[in-house]
């Protein structure tokens, strides 16, 4: 089973900056099956980024995701005030099998 | 658009059996896998399984001993059993559709609100 890993834990920053979030895998990845998440508190989570680096509908284009192999970015480019948030990283495996990162929460510095 | 909402008890004694129903709304459950994943209070996200409207599944080996999964495409919905329930089993539950085009997986795109079931004697 792959393991993925986020870092930081925990990103403080202010309103306007770049935030750049990482996800890496145990094992070797297909960028086509890695995407990213915003949770929100109370909120499901909303699909960012598919495919490593396709922005889901309606998703602003300061959000952008890049990497491949085991090492993947999710880069948020002027924080703006609803993008307080915690970001998940999801990938699916060869067994069919989902699993996701244990998240970065970006908060306000 | 499509939307989803997960429904079932919200408490469940331990060692029983919690039951979930996800009904799809404003569009179609076939040619959609269909995933349920949930997350502790605090915690991060797990992922249960999923089912296709073909009635296949797959599902975390961590879980597969307990889980069952089932479609019903004339009600647009599908469920989520899970078997002797602990409190580690306590947690918002969501349900989820996966668009996928031959191998090319769309993410997880459209997310019920979540229902919480809390496991409690």
């Known amino acids: 089973e792959i393991v993925l890993t986020q870092s930081p834990g925990t990103l403080s920053l202010s309103p306007g900056e770049r935030a750049t979030l990482s996800c890496r895998a145990s094992?070797?990845?297909?960028?086509?099956?890695l995407a990213w998440y915003q949770q929100k508190p109370g909120q499901a989570p909303r699909l960012l980024i598919y495919?490593?680096?396709s922005r889901a509908t309606g998703i602003p284009d300061r959000f952008s995701g890049s990497g491949s192999g085991t090492d993947f970015t999710l880069t948020i480019s002027r924080l703006e005030p609803e993008d307080f948030a915690v970001y998940y990283c999801q990938q699916y495996g060869s067994s069919s099998i989902f699993t996701f990162g244990p998240g970065t929460k970006v908060d306000i510095k | 658009q499509v939307q989803l909402q997960e429904s079932g008890p919200g408490l469940v004694k331990p060692s029983e059996t919690l039951s979930l129903t996800c009904t799809v709304s404003?569009?179609?459950?076939?040619?959609?896998?269909w995933s349920w994943i949930r997350q502790p209070a605090g915690k991060g996200l797990e992922w249960i399984g999923r089912i296709y409207t073909s009635g296949s599944t797959n599902y975390n080996p961590s879980l597969k001993s307990r889980v069952t999964m089932s479609v019903d495409t004339s009600k647009n919905q599908f469920s989520l059993k899970l078997s002797s329930v602990t409190a580690a089993d306590t947690a918002v539950y969501y349900c989820a559709r996966e668009p996928w085009v031959i191998t090319t997986f769309y993410g997880m795109d459209v997310w019920g609100q979540g229902t919480t079931v809390t496991v409690s004697s």
């Open positions: 094992q070797s990845v297909s960028s086509s099956y």
């Open positions: 404003g569009g179609s459950i076939s040619s959609y896998y």
């Open positions: 495919g490593a680096s």
